[in-house]
């Protein structure tokens, strides 16, 4: 983990992380210190049915 310090975005920015190779692309939003996922998202990014994360 990085010693930098966080930038602190406008509330309701959204960002996208991609991975190096382009496969997988998510968009989130940041507001604070939290980002904030979608199910859909979260499924996504775990390669999990939606319903896996509904059920936590």
Not at 9 to 23: K, M, N, Q, V
């Amino acid at each position: 983990m990085s010693n930098d310090p966080i930038t602190h975005s406008p509330a309701g920015e959204f960002l996208i992380f991609a991975s190096s190779d382009g496969r997988l692309r998510v968009e989130c939003r940041f507001e604070s210190d939290t980002l904030w996922l979608t199910q859909a998202a979260i499924a996504e990014l775990y390669g999990k049915d939606v319903r896996t994360i509904n059920e936590h």
